[in-house]
């Protein structure tokens, strides 16, 4: 049974960090482009960053950019999104997603298969 569970959200201060976890069941990670996206309340589900599954190639919006890195943990099966100097702007849902394409996309949520559930981030002082 394949399933994404993310994890790792919380509630953090402006200028704090989170870092969130995409853990794997059921499938390797490494196989797939991942993606990470969020929903704030009222608004369209955004992609954030990605990473692709054949040349490790990574994107961010323009919003995070030089504030979020996204990385892999083959030995762990897990994905990581690392979030510093977090703003109030960036309190959301945050998703994972797994696709089948070798070059991930944060431009379309149809290149993705599978997705997690979630995890709440919320930047407030």
């Known amino acids: 049974h394949v399933q994404l569970v993310e994890s790792g959200g919380g509630l953090v201060q402006p200028g704090g960090s989170l870092r969130l976890f995409c853990a794997g069941s059921g499938f390797t990670l490494d196989l797939y482009a991942i993606g990470w996206f969020r929903q704030a309340p009222g608004k369209e589900r955004e992609g954030v960053s990605c990473i692709s599954r054949s040349d490790g190639s990574k994107y961010y919006v323009d919003s995070v950019k030089g504030r979020f890195t996204i990385s892999r943990d083959s030995t762990k099966n897990l994905v990581y999104l690392q979030m510093n100097d977090l703003k109030p702007e960036d309190t959301a849902i945050y998703y994972c997603?797994?696709?089948?394409?070798?070059?991930?996309?944060?431009?379309?949520?149809?290149?993705?298969?599978?997705w997690g559930r979630g995890t709440q981030v919320t930047v407030s002082s």
């Open positions: 997603a797994a696709g089948f394409r070798a070059i991930c996309s944060i431009g379309s949520k149809d290149a993705y298969n599978y």
